[in-house]
């Protein structure tokens, strides 16, 4: 978008963003625009900290595939990193590898990696020569259980089983949930399963409009469980072995089932953290594309460093006017 002087949008801008996102019709699209003028001196948002150095500021805004704008997107954001970050955009090799951005309700700050010599890749994706491999600052999100005083367990267990009606075989949830929680501003509602009960529902038709019949959250449903200890083998390489596992669904914004959401792990990363006593996990959302997800957990930061892998696959110039 053009340059601006302001993280702040215009309402035209708004309307244009989201007609945009329509058209492109993935879970979230981002939007950034530089802030010439906008410091990022001694900011602590960046990852690492950063005290001595200017990084390049944009705002990022992201809105979804129905046109509805959400307040934080971790892939949206990593895709936009890998972009900007990118070493064709980077005249100086020497030049700080960090950009600054400035969404709606959080600092965020993102930082191109160098991989060390002769160190494993975590995915596929992060082997190719041609992936950018980043680090990211994101809001540490505390999860809050729900009281079973109240009438929210019985909701959120008739939801659930709403959801995964077609089942062939009957499946008791209550038996198989560990937690149930929200996370900061009852933005998201996490579920924490067996993972016996977590593979059960693999391959299972899911009725997406239940979700939203529990009005106590107001984004997405996180279904977790933690793995089990395995080290898995690919034909290709050795995958470290995971922490914990995830799906996401987003009904009140407009997503069936995310790919992968890094701003779920806000909360997935300190939660699973706390649960292993780990400063570092790594999640695996299983969706039918999936991803690896690392968190570099910071609590005295109030903050999570993930780490994605992103390829730039095209380019090109947009022309449209509302």
Known sequence: MDEEESAEVHDRGEEWMG???KEFNQSETAFVWPLPNKSTLGNGRLCPKQKNTQSPAYAIRYYTRSGQEVALCGHATLAAAAVLLHPKKIEDPKQNHKVAFFAKN??????LLVPPV???PI???SNCTKASRIAMNFPWKNVTPLSPAYDSHEGVLSMISGAFSGSSQ???FTEHVRHIGTTDGKEDLLIELTEECFDSLVGIKVDYGAWSTWEGYS???ILCCCASARKEESAQQSIPSIDFRSRFFGPKVGIDEDPVTGSAHCALGPYFGNKLGKSVVIGRQESDRGGLVECILKPDDGRVCIVGTAVMTMAGCLSISI
Not at 106 to 111: K, Q, R, V
Request: net charge negative.
């Open 19 to 21: 007609t945009v996102a």
């Open 106 to 111: 959080d600092d965020l700050g993102a930082e």
């Open 118 to 120: 002769g160190s494993q």
């Open 123 to 125: 995915t596929s994706v």
């Open 170 to 172: 009957a499946l008791s």
């Open 219 to 221: 984004r997405g449903v």
